[in-house]
């Protein structure tokens, strides 16, 4: 290396990292690396889907084992039928103010065929732990657990918040903290999720998109026909899904349904210039994801995450490939997620999607429709909402507590991208609404990390970078 | 029962069934059930994909032992590659025509999960016999065998000619054929294949829709991403489908894709009266087949089987139910398969698809594309039309070969539904073409069978019915 390379090196290194906590954890990290990483496999290695209540258990278990390990005052808080919140408390003396940390334990649904290696057997390769939830969302509790090891040493009151069915859509979570509200106060809840900006940049998001998901099934005949002897005469369901999917979105992708984006809460000045000041990676980005288009054009990504989405996460009828034969498929089904921006009701929102299946002609039930039913209607279609939706929040960055939050990112981790409202959806809405206190999210991840699909992994440098992160907003 | 009854049930009798060969078939086969069933039991046990050459080449071999036990001289006609065609003949002395009966003894691929009892373990049940191929198309090649164990006695030359690849588009029977001209040639082929009217009548069809298969898969990002992170940004392959797949049909059902209906030959007067003749089942049909509504309505079945068909047999992208994740899919298909009428040119069609697919912005490729060419064109999509269609045939109802088969099937099983062309494909076009023969399709199974789906079937009765249909035909 040049010497004046390196001197630049140093000099950038310095403007980055100035927060004397994170030079300690860094410090410490290089000589713990794989004291953590045993850690971390050991944690990623109990499966975690929220519908497995035995293993969810050995999760919440193992994690509150963790924290007594390091003296942190932990427990399970519990619900009938409800995955345990792993709750951990440090009392500083002195204190005026409490920074709740908040990740989830629980992954999302997979299928073990698609993955390259076994996602609950987790696999360090190319500098990257692949294995469910190394990234979504345990690696954050790992950093914080090594952030403590690291001697982080709390200025405010810390509590810890681990949920158990986040990925499940949070059916419970709020009745949780309504149930518990001394418990869960706080004067800031940190969300510890998500992923940082592609640039690889640190970035701090002051709000999260809310979610709503339908399951849309329609009905051709009763069994399969055959293609041949049927065809032009049988309704095709596959079609009937088509023509109502198609009537959900235009061509530039705006979403048709009546009223959806009537109550929607504008942007702030600070907030559209965040957004103007946010790093244009978009060609970048497309390049990286063989893109030769992109739906909002000219848009930029960070843009279009200020508005609600519509998106078909899933559609099946009969088969294709090899396994395809010729006929009329009896159903077709397609699984959609809508992201809401702040001012959307969720529950509103699954009112106006069934409203517009209604007005393709559709008679909607919400379970298997019986052939009465099936019979005395032009056209069925099952919508179902099951898992629990829930609104978008979005923190003003002009508070105290968010300039803060600011100060304390970027002496550990150098220059912020600063979003209003990140993509993704936590169940922010339930915090402010039972706690009435502001959120701040704080990611660590890649934003390449295969997140709720297969193969999902953690670069170990996020890892790291992590545990830098969570010094210095420990010690705020 | 009313002795009035019983008399006009006598009569009646007596009306459907005046052909010797078939009463003696008839008597036969009800002294000789079970050896008729094990037989065909042992038949079906044999897996009969296309794709499974050595199971395949099992069948051809059993099929060919069975034959040479009833003296009938058969062999195996074989081609490189090829699955072999099993040929049989029975040399009548003094005869001046030959007829030849065609059948295939391979099946629709399958996914055994969607079975309720194994495939290729044939099951009796109900009084139906549940097992691949038990209607389409092994049942005739047994009621050809029963009907010879009955008596029959030939007064025409007569071939057998069993294909071993029918559902996979008959790739190689056309240069079979051709190659084999005078082996396989003959007055007239009598198909024996489909089903018969959902009436339990006798069906006698003078044509058969030709086909043409198409999957199209479309792309958006090379992985999966997060829909939260990434939706409305990233382009949504299902959503792109979807679009794709509406801009091929309106609302009633009409191909949009230009040119396709341009070419097809119009029906002759006896073939508009044979469609107006046909019995009206379509209300019943709805009721047995859970439906509300038909997509060609107020159309008959029938008619509309006259016309050419596009039809989704099947759709996927990402994941439906427990499964689905919140994901952008990364890629999105359909398997389609359009039914042809009479003047339609399978390839022509294909082309006129392709050209469609162009229109809506698409860049065709055949083979998965690259990160250069999916980077460089907005829309990509894959065409491939591997299985190879066939075009559709008519062969006319004033034929004096076409009216004695109409007395043949009436004089075994009574008055008998006529249409011109069914709606099921047989590649009916390549015997045309190779050997100049017309072809006559003469059915058996109930058209209750789900063909071409899980849990096929045939009607023990269909199969007592089509032997005496057989010995009818054989000494026709």
Chains 1, 2 share one sequence.
């Not at 100060?407 to 339930?430: H, N």
């Not at 193969?455 to 992160?469: A, K, T």
Request: proline share 6%; aromatic share 6%.
């Amino acid at each position: 290396m040049g010497r004046i390379l390196a001197f630049f090196l140093a000099i950038s290194f310095t403007q980055a990292q100035t927060n004397p906590a994170s030079i300690a954890a860094r410090s410490w990290r290089e000589g713990h690396e794989q004291a953590i990483l045993d850690e971390f496999f050991q944690l990623l290695a109990v499966p975690n889907i929220a519908s497995d209540q035995v293993n969810i258990r050995r999760n919440a278990d193992m994690i509150v084992a963790m924290f007594k390990k390091r003296g942190v005052a932990t427990r399970l808080v519990e619900a009938p039928d409800v995955n345990p919140v792993v709750f951990g408390e440090i009392r500083t003396p002195g204190a005026t103010r409490t920074l709740v940390f908040y990740a989830h334990y629980d992954g999302q649904p997979l299928d073990p065929k698609e993955w390259a290696t076994p996602p609950f057997t987790p696999v360090l390769k190319d500098q990257r732990i692949y294995a469910r939830s190394a990234s979504d969302d345990k690696a954050p509790i790992i950093a914080i657990l090594a952030a403590i090891d690291s001697g982080a040493k709390p200025k405010s009151n810390i509590k810890f918040v681990f949920e158990g069915e986040e990925e499940a859509g949070s059916p419970n979570f709020g009745h949780i903290l309504e149930a518990n509200k001394d418990l869960f106060s706080g004067d800031v809840w940190l969300i510890c999720d998500g992923p940082v900006h592609q640039t690889r940049k640190p970035l701090i998001a002051f709000g999260a998109r809310g979610i709503a998901t339908v399951d849309v099934t329609v009905y051709g005949p009763k069994r399969e026909l055959h293609s041949g002897h049927y065809g032009n005469w049988a309704p095709n369901p596959a079609m009937m899904l088509v023509k109502l999917l198609n009537s959900l979105k235009n061509d530039s992708g705006r979403v048709l349904i009546d009223h959806y984006y009537d109550n929607i809460e504008p942007l702030s000045a600070t907030e559209k210039r965040a957004i103007a000041a946010a790093p244009d990676f978009d060609e970048e980005l497309k390049k990286e994801l063989w893109l030769g288009s992109t739906e909002g054009a000219p848009k930029k990504l960070i843009e279009l995450l200020q508005k609600p989405s519509l998106n078909i996460r899933g559609m099946a009828s009969a088969r294709v490939g090899a396994q395809a034969s010729n006929v009329i498929p009896s159903t077709a089904t397609a699984s959609i997620d809508m992201r809401l921006v702040k001012g959307m009701d969720h529950k509103q929102v699954i009112a106006l999607f069934k409203e517009h299946v209604r007005k393709q002609g559709y008679f909607i039930v919400e379970s298997d429709p019986s052939a009465d039913v099936l019979m005395s209607h032009e056209r069925v279609a099952k919508v179902v909402s099951k898992e629990g939706g829930y609104n978008a929040v979005r923190t003003s960055m002009d508070l105290p507590i968010s300039k803060e939050v600011i100060g304390a990112v970027e002496s550990a981790r150098g220059p912020a991208v600063k979003v209003p409202t990140m993509g993704g959806s936590v169940p922010l809405d339930m915090i402010e609404h039972a706690l009435g206190t502001q959120t701040i999210t704080v990611p660590i991840a890649n934003h390449d990390n295969n997140q709720h699909s297969y193969n999902e992994n953690i670069r170990v440098q996020n890892l790291w970078d992590g545990i830098e992160l969570m010094a210095a907003l420990l010690t705020m």
